[in-house]
Each structure stands twice: as structure tokens, then as C-alpha cells.
């Protein structure tokens, strides 16, 4: 063959390999986006679930209680992915994460469905439990058989760029989600949506599913799987070599204590706490938070693919614990900032820029009682908007009492943001997002290049999904209750208490990376 047909045979070769590692990314990304979107349908609606599934009497207990129901999902990832881990290792990537995906799926159209705590009373939030563990428990096998699948197709010089576009997916789920949620909301009435439009994208989702499970099952089998099937070179037992042999346990809790438990804390600080921040200690209006964190996503996903590029140019360590640096100095700055531009202290009040209503309404269940809002809005000079709604409860007797004193009215605030200050918040949350691309761009391949083929699914899943389930899905509940103690205490800087523990374990993570972890990548042990 001469050199001219040598050349032009590579540069085929070469397309054809581009070709069908895209298609594998396209079918592990486009399921593993749905499992995100599924996921985080729950946490981005999780202030209005708190009214659905839970007694209304305390609303601060409701939103603690649906956070935690959140976390659950979360702590029960690492048993799905011991589970699905030890299938995929057996059976084979392609069908094991077939499974995981009907099981969101379908998990997430019957939360759209169950009645409200008024309705069936303790029954929905337990329902809602049941079916938010089925959800963790499919998240748990997903995430490593797509990354495996990705990875076990990729040229071993460039897995940090083909599986940091799998990396995007969960950002782009989360995207997705507040998309269709703002769509849903700004298509109906304020009454419509708190009523049952807040179902909808529950039960948008199994339309999705059905898309990518066409396109899923006509996926082939990773070819080093199938390639070490052919030869019986695949585990029998891969729960005991993964976590029974002393070598390789050495790897997984390397794996969790020097990268996933940082990387965890980083990316729900950066997405879901940064989202519960501007809605319960902002007061934000609910549709300019979605809009801004939306924006503020989309602007940063890109950086997920340029920092696993990067990281196959100097390392995957290097690229990681520099953003888990960054990431702990520059965290409470940033959050005194985004608290302080919606400071009222210091701004002026416009000219006629106070109003105020009285509204009566029935009380829903006792016929002789009303429910009693004064309504008050004040506009500043720089276009912020502030509302204020206090509910009171009377009877014909005046004010309902509760334990021989008037019953403490309802107050709620909200604030609309003028534009300066929403694209400052933008540009907040998109700082912190960029934090979460350096950690997390590079990790799927750092991961699945620490395992061998045979015990790889089940090694690999079970760290990230301990580091990413338990560490950072703990995050948006601890975070508030920290920011609710320093609150009830006193505390002068109360707004920053939650985030001391995204810090200490991103601390404690960095500091065994940096001394355990090697630099280079490809550190494959058989």
C-alpha cells in the first residue's frame, strides 16, 4: 500500500471511530439527560411540593421535610449502584442502564400523580418517599454505566473530552427542567399552576423516556466488555473484588475521599443551593430564579467538554483540585455579595412607591372563619419591587387563638428583581458553575481510568454515587438548616452558616487529593 492510500485509509479510519463514539454519546447522553431532568423535576419544584405533600401549618417544617424527602433519593444511590454496578459488571453495560432508565422514568410520571396531603393526608408524602428511593435507586446504576459505556469506547488520550459530554447531561437536565417549568408557569395562571400545573412536568417526562428507550435498546455493547465476555475474563462475584480485596478498596475510597466527596458539595452548591438561596433566603420570585439560574446554566456547560479536554492535556488532578480551591476561598465573598444586592438598607424608596390592599377569603374549611391578607408592595427607585403578604386568621370572635394568644399570621415575601441586579446574580451563579465544570468535567474519566474492565462499573459507581448521593445530595437540607439555627440565633452573617459544610468537606477532600492522588492519568490497575 502506498503512503498516499496509507494516509487516506487513517483519515477513514479515523472518521468512522469519530462516528460512532458521537452516536455512542448521543444514546448514553440523551437517556442519562432524562434521568437528570427526572431527578431534578423533584428539586426544582421542591418549594411548591412542601404545600402538596405536607401539612401547611409550618411551612419552614414543609420545605425541611420535602428537602429531606429529596435527600433520600440522594443516600439511596450508592445501593443502587452496588446493585446495577454488580449487573453491569456480569450482564453488560448496555442493558443494565435499559433498566435504570424505565425505572426513573416511570417513577417520576407517578409522583406527577399522587394526590395532595389534603387529600389522602399522610399516605402522599410516604407515597412520594417510596417513589423519590425508586429514583435514587436508578440513578445509582446510571451514571456509571454511561460513563463507562463512553469511556470504553473513547481513544485513551482523549476520555476526559468524550465523557465530559456525558458530564454536560446533568447540567443540561437541571436546565431542561426549569425550562419547561417556566413554560408551564408563564402558560398559566398563577391559581391553574399551584393547582395542578405543577404536575406537568412529572408527567411530561414519560414522553421523553419513551424516546430514549427506542434509541437505547438499539445501542451494541460496549466492545471491551463484549471483548473481555468472549474471553471469560469478567468477574464472577464484583462486589467481592471491587470492596473484598484490600488493593482495589484502596482505590474506591481514594476515589471518594480524595475526589467525589469534594466534587459532591461543589456541584449542589453551585446548582441546587445556590437556587434554594435566591428563593428562601433571597425571597426572589420563583420564575426569576428559574429564568436567571437558567441562563446562568447555559452560559456555563460548554466549560464541562473544555475542562475534560483540558484535562487530557495536564491531568486530571490538576484541573480538579484547583476548582475544589477556588471553589472553597471564593464561596462565602460570593454569596455576601449576592445577599447584599438585594440589601433594602440601602436603597430609596420611589415617590408614591408604597401601596397596600386588604383582601377577605372564606376560610377553606370552617364556614364561619376568614382568612384576612394585607397585601403591601414597595417599589424602589433602582425598579426593585418587594411584596409583602400577611395572613391572618378570624373568627367572629376576632383573632383565632392558639395557645391563649392570637394566632401568629402568615407572612411571606418575594422580591422582583430589577434587571442590573438579575444579571449580577446571573453572573454569580454562573461563576459558581464554572467551579462545578473543573471538578466535575474531568471526573468520569479519572474514574474509570482508577478500575480494570472487569469489576469497573461496580468500582467506579459506587465512590461517585457515596461522594455525589450522600455528601453533596446531604448539602441543600443541611445548608438550610445551618442558614435556619444562625437565623434563629442571631447571628450577624446568619445567610452564610449553610455554607460551611459544602466548605469543610471540599476542604477535607482537596487536602487528601492533593497528597494521595497521582498527576497523571490512565492509571488503569489490573
Known amino acids: 500500500m502506498s503512503d498516499n492510500n496509507q494516509v487516506s485509509y487513517e483519515n477513514m479510519n479515523e472518521r468512522q471511530k469519530n462516528r460512532t463514539i458521537w452516536s455512542v454519546i448521543t444514546a448514553s447522553s440523551l437517556g442519562t439527560l432524562i434521568e437528570w431532568y427526572d431527578f431534578y423535576i423533584f428539586g426544582s419544584l421542591a418549594v411548591v411540593l412542601a404545600t402538596k405533600f405536607f401539612p401547611a401549618d409550618n411551612p419552614t417544617a414543609a420545605f425541611l421535610s420535602t428537602l429531606a424527602t429529596f435527600a433520600a433519593g440522594f443516600v439511596v444511590r450508592p445501593f443502587g449502584a452496588l446493585f446495577f454496578g454488580r449487573l453491569g459488571d456480569l450482564i453488560g453495560r448496555k442493558y443494565t442502564f435499559l433498566v435504570t432508565l424505565l425505572i426513573m422514568g416511570f417513577s417520576t410520571f407517578l409522583i406527577g400523580c399522587i394526590p395532595s396531603y389534603e387529600t389522602i393526608g399522610f399516605l402522599a408524602p410516604v407515597l412520594v418517599l417510596i417513589l423519590r428511593l425508586l429514583q435514587g435507586l436508578a440513578l445509582g446504576g446510571e451514571y456509571g454505566g454511561a460513563a463507562t459505556y463512553v469511556a470504553e469506547y473513547a481513544q485513551p488520550g482523549r476520555r476526559g473530552y468524550w465523557t465530559s459530554w456525558i458530564q454536560t447531561t446533568a447540567t443540561a437536565g437541571l436546565f431542561i427542567s426549569l425550562i419547561v417549568i417556566l413554560v408551564t408557569k408563564t402558560s398559566l395562571s398563577a391559581e391553574e ?12 417526562s414519560i414522553l421523553m423516556v419513551g424516546v430514549s428507550y427506542i434509541i437505547r435498546k438499539n445501542m451494541k455493547e460496549s466492545p ?109 465573598p460570593i454569596y ?116 480494570p474492565v472487569r469489576i469497573r462499573y461496580t468500582s467506579m459507581s459506587l465512590p461517585y454515587h457515596i461522594g455525589n448521593g450522600v455528601f453533596g445530595g446531604l448539602l441543600p437540607a443541611v445548608a438550610t438548616y445551618l442558614v435556619t439555627t444562625g437565623k434563629e440565633a442571631g447571628h450577624a452573617a446568619w445567610y452564610l452558616e449553610g455554607l460551611w459544610y459544602p466548605i469543610g468537606v471540599a476542604t477535607v477532600c482537596l487536602i487528601i487529593g492533593i497528597f494521595y492522588l497521582k498527576s497523571k492519568n490512565n492509571n488503569i490497575h489490573e
Open 193 to 204: 399552576f399551584d393547582g395542578w400545573g405543577w404536575r406537568v412536568p412529572f408527567w411530561i
Open 224 to 332: 471491551l466488555f463484549a471483548k473481555a465476555k468472549s474471553e471469560g475474563k469478567t468477574s464472577k462475584n464484583p462486589l467481592k473484588e471491587s470492596f473484598g480485596n484490600k488493593f482495589n478498596f484502596k482505590f474506591v475510597l481514594l476515589a471518594l475521599f480524595g475526589a467525589a466527596m469534594g466534587q459532591g458539595v461543589i456541584w449542589y452548591t453551585g446548582q441546587f443551593y445556590a437556587m434554594s438561596f435566591l428563593q428562601k433566603v433571597m425571597n426572589v420570585e420563583s420564575a426569576q430564579v428559574d429564568s436567571l439560574m437558567a441562563t446562568a446554566l447555559f452560559l456555563g456547560t460548554p466549560f464541562f467538554v473544555f475542562f475534560g479536554w483540558l484535562s487530557d492535556k495536564i491531568g486530571r488532578k490538576a484541573v480538579m483540585m484547583t476548582g475544589m480551591l477556588i471553589a472553597i476561598l471564593a464561596y462565602r
Open 336 to 451: 455576601d455579595s449576592m445577599f447584599k444586592s438585594v440589601n433594602f438598607e440601602t436603597k430609596t424608596i420611589a415617590a408614591n412607591g408604597v401601596t397596600e390592599k386588604r383582601t377577605v377569603k372564606v376560610h377553606d374549611k370552617i364556614a364561619t372563619d376568614s382568612l384576612i391578607t394585607f397585601h403591601k408592595e414597595t417599589l424602589y427607585t433602582d425598579g426593585t419591587l418587594a411584596k409583602k403578604d400577611s395572613i391572618v386568621h378570624w373568627s367572629a370572635a376576632g383573632p383565632v387563638m392558639k395557645d391563649g394568644k392570637a394566632e401568629e399570621p402568615k407572612v411571606t415575601h418575594s422580591v422582583k428583581l430589577n434587571d442590573d441586579t438579575k444579571w449580577y446574580l446571573v453572573l454569580m451563579v454562573f461563576i459558581q458553575v464554572i467551579f462545578v465544570t473543573m471538578v466535575y468535567g474531568p471526573i468520569a474519566a479519572f474514574l474509570v481510568e482508577m478500575f
